[in-house]
């Protein structure tokens, strides 16, 4: 099945600063999405990318699905960005999402 | 348009007893998806219902079974709750049969004591 890796697994950042968090996967898929868990647990969608790029504000993402790679970009962060941020690719006839350990990012005021 | 809906919010069992979670997807959305996420990890998939039927399971003992409705809400029973079953179970729906973006309720939090 599908493997997945993110990095970094944490990331602490002062408010303003810009990152990038990065998603390896090891087979072709044709569904990937980035998620953002919030303390409470909920799962907020980011994007919905097999490939491409996409941009909401100030979050932008990159699927490279030849390369198996896709990138998520925070700018000015802000204290609420903090939490998990998840990458789950999916491919195959199961359908399923398989999900990274994800990376946990602080933004300090 | 109402989002994804789960219930209980939280729910306390001890070990050995049955828990019963729900989940009512998008309106219009038929796939309903089950994940269990233990404190601390990512998630793991549990098991897929589209139209009625189950589709796929992830790697989960028979304990873990479900069902999906008519109107496509769906339960997740857990018979014979040991320890290790406390976590996050969240549910997702899609609107396309097992493809397309999934979207999440906000979860049921199980504690087995």
């Known amino acids: 099945g599908i493997q997945v890796e993110q990095s970094p697994p944490d990331l602490i950042l002062q408010e303003g600063a810009n990152s990038t968090l990065r998603c390896n996967f090891s087979d072709s898929v044709n569904n990937l999405q980035w998620f953002h868990q919030n303390p409470w647990g909920q799962l907020i969608n980011l994007f919905y990318?097999?490939?491409?790029?996409k941009q909401n504000g100030r979050l932008s993402a990159t699927t490279v699905a030849t390369e198996r790679y896709s990138l998520l970009y925070i700018s000015s962060s802000q204290t609420t960005d903090s939490g998990v941020y998840f990458c789950a690719p999916g491919g195959g006839s199961n359908y399923q999402l398989i999900w990274g350990a994800g990376t946990k990012l602080i933004i300090k005021p | 348009e109402a989002g994804v809906t789960q219930s209980p919010t939280h729910l306390i069992k001890t070990r050995g007893q049955q828990a019963t979670l729900r989940c009512s997807p998008i309106s219009g959305h038929t796939s309903v998806y089950w994940y269990q996420q233990a404190l601390g990890l990512g998630l793991q998939f549990l098991l897929w219902y589209d139209e009625g039927e189950e589709r796929n399971r992830g790697n989960f003992p028979p304990r873990f079974s479900g069902r999906q409705f008519p109107n496509y809400s769906s339960e997740l029973n857990v018979n014979a709750l040991e320890l290790e079953d406390s976590a996050l179970y969240l549910c997702a729906s899609s609107q396309l049969a097992g493809a397309g973006e999934q979207y999440f309720g906000p979860g049921t939090r199980l504690t087995v004591t």
């Open positions: 990318i097999p490939s491409g790029t």
